[in-house]
């Protein structure tokens, strides 16, 4: 008599397989975990009090890479230029991708909120400090430096996740041919906000640095007379231990350095 075979070491290992083949795929293209947030105290050489305070808060910007007609489309002199917009390909402006747009508030639907702010990547397309999102589409323009200039192409993710997605003439759609591509992904980017312990009467500069209080600054921004704050966005990780922040004197006196802490 012969017994029937029994699957289950077959089943079993196959399932291993399986779930051995999605670990190796890694996050699929979701961001990396956020680092923790940061703080930093400003303290004047040879003080032993504090001036003031910085925070390095972590978060997830948006990295785009726009191709049209099988090219890359250029930061600058792009003879299509590209933008990123909110909601629809004729939604609010969110950012250039290149140079060439002309933004009023005629083909804005009226809005005059400032842009988000942008850095161009060095592995090409540009950093855009806007949370990932399936609602942003990004548009081509037919030709630069005009406000009504026709959009050629226009296209939206699937998700917040890394991806590559086609770029549609807009009056067609995905029903159309896609006549360009776009990359999107995550980047892990930081926040900072310098608080000083009273106000400037001059501006005073501050700067996020790598190593120490003279290291090469990263980013470099303002506190304005009469205020005691000041903000910006680095596209990069927060680094306890590698970060310092300066601020150079507008009334402050002395400068102030911290060493960027966990």
Same mark, same amino acid.
């Given at each position: ?26 996050? *699929? ?50 003879? *299509? ?61 037919? *030709? ?119």
């Amino acid at each position: 008599m012969v017994r029937p075979r029994s699957f289950f070491p077959v089943i079993v290992v196959a399932t291993l397989l399986v779930v051995l083949a999605l670990a190796g795929c890694g996050t *699929h293209g979701l961001a990396a975990p956020l680092a923790s947030p940061v703080s930093v105290s400003l303290v004047a050489q040879g003080a032993s009090q504090r001036a003031g305070t910085a925070s390095l808060t972590p978060f997830d910007a948006l990295h785009v890479a726009p191709f049209y007609r099988g090219s890359a489309i250029p930061v600058t002199g792009a003879p *299509h230029p590209a933008q990123l917009r909110a909601g629809s390909c004729i939604g609010p402006f969110v950012a250039a991708l290149s140079d060439g747009n002309i933004i009023t508030p005629t083909n804005n639907g009226g809005a005059t909120a400032p842009p988000a702010a942008t850095r161009p990547d060095p592995r090409g397309g540009m950093d855009v400090s806007v949370t990932p999102s399936a609602n942003l589409y990004v548009v081509v323009l037919d *030709h630069p430096n005009d406000a009504s200039a026709p959009i050629v192409a226009c296209g939206n993710p699937l998700s917040d996740r890394r991806q590559y997605f086609d770029l549609y003439p807009p009056d067609v759609g995905s029903n159309g041919v896609g006549r360009g591509t776009a990359l999107v992904e995550p980047v892990a980017s930081t926040r900072i906000t310098v608080t000083l312990n009273s106000t400037v009467t001059a501006p005073a500069t501050w700067a996020i640095r790598t190593g120490s209080c003279d290291g090469a600054p990263l980013v470099t921004g303002t506190i304005p007379a009469g205020k005691r704050t000041g903000a910006g966005i680095v596209f990069q990780s927060a680094q306890a231990g590698v970060w310092w922040v300066s601020v150079a004197p507008g009334d402050v006196g002395s400068s102030l350095c911290g060493e960027a802490t966990s």
